[in-house]
């Protein structure tokens, strides 16, 4: 099996073009940087992060040169791909990209502001509904309403 699921943040707006043919293909290509779950104490230096290729096609690549720009956290799901090809030089350079086969927001308009994100001003909501979200208080969760414990399905 052939899956990769990667949170990060775009190091770059996506670099678009779009195929030769009868029937035009978007071919978006960026890079996500991903946090590394751990760093080494004895390499005050080191590198904090991977910087990974990320190419979509079709209406993935349409999708992201609609939406996505530099600094916006996604979470992309797809598949490894390696390839090869020689450079005008005469070398051979091995290539491993990530195919996106899905890509999603990790986080929403507000915070996107607050951390560095950059959503394009017509970006697709992620509710489905109008009515605006309820403010939660400082810790974060929901009040419940007094009364409800009668209309819940479970005791």
């Known amino acids: ?21 009868d029937t035009a293909t978007a071919i978006a290509r960026y890079t996500l940087a991903v ?18 290729g990320i190419v979509a096609f079709g209406k993935a ?3 992201a040169e609609k939406y996505l720009r530099k600094g916006t956290k996604v979470i992309v799901t797809g598949r490894i791909q390696t390839g090869s090809y020689t450079n005008k030089d ?18 929403s308009k507000n915070s996107a502001g607050s ?16 009515a605006p979200a309820p403010s939660a208080p400082e810790d974060g969760f929901m009040n419940i309403p007094d009364g409800i414990d009668e209309e819940l399905p479970f005791n």
């Open 90 to 107: 005469g070398v051979k350079v091995y290539t491993t990209d990530v195919v996106a086969e899905d890509q999603e927001f990790a986080e």
């Open 1 to 21: 099996m052939n899956k990769v699921i990667l949170c990060g943040r775009l190091t770059r707006d996506p670099d678009v073009r779009y195929s030769q043919g």
């Open 35 to 52: 946090d590394r779950r751990f760093s080494r104490r004895d390499q005050q230096d080191a590198q904090t992060a991977d910087f990974i």
């Open 61 to 63: 690549g349409e999708f």
């Open 115 to 130: 951390n560095g994100g950059n959503y394009a001003a017509d970006a697709p909501s992620m509710s489905s509904n109008s």
